[in-house]
């Protein structure tokens, strides 16, 4: 009997380590999430499966073309790419070109030329905490041209979409530059 008890305390506790683990690696270092809709496109497809880092971004700050996960409201998740950096200003003028502090981004990202510069049209300055994301599907993307979306504050950003799980076809770590 004494060897019963022990052999279920045994595998009692090792349950336990295991969920105790899961749950330390879900909330602190990384966690799969799913793209929604086709503002990554050409970068991330509708239906790919993500495994987001989440532990990196506790070491060194959020860079340029990072794609990054963030908290939209809270329930909602948006992937988007980080173009504007804390204390910089973005604007948009109306060819599409984006300029930074005054200048010309020189990036490929985009999949067209911006049709739309929306609130960006005017110059938006980023705080000391905050980030000015762009789908790289810039005219079918709901992202920080849009007052809804405004600038993202570095408190909601999750993490940074490190390697796609599924399709199995793309399989492989997400390239940011």
């Not at 602190?28 to 532990?55: C, H, P, W, Y």
């Not at 998740?77 to 502090?101: A, C, M, S």
Request: net charge negative; aromatic share 10%; charged share 25%.
């Amino acid at each position: 009997m004494k060897k019963v008890l022990r052999e279920i305390l045994n595998t009692s506790l090792y349950l336990l380590g295991v969920l105790c683990l899961v749950y330390l690696v879900i909330h602190f270092v990384g966690q799969r999430t799913q793209v929604q809709g086709s503002s990554m496109e050409a970068t991330l497809s509708a239906e790919d499966n993500l495994i987001v880092d989440k532990l990196s971004y506790r070491f060194r700050d959020p860079e340029r073309y990072d794609i990054i996960v963030f908290l939209q409201t809270e329930e909602t998740f948006y992937i988007k790419r980080i173009i504007g950096l804390p204390g910089e200003t973005v604007q948009i003028d109306e060819e599409g070109n984006i300029y930074v502090d005054g200048e010309v981004l020189e990036e490929s990202y985009g999949k067209e030329v911006i049709a739309n510069p929306g609130r960006a049209y005017e110059p938006v300055e980023l705080g000391q905490d905050e980030y000015f994301v762009l789908g790289d599907n810039r005219n079918n993307s709901t992202d920080g041209r849009d007052p809804s979306v405004g600038n993202i504050r570095r408190e909601n950003i999750i993490g940074r979409a490190w390697l796609r799980i599924w399709p199995l076809n793309k399989f492989g770590f997400v390239k940011h530059r």
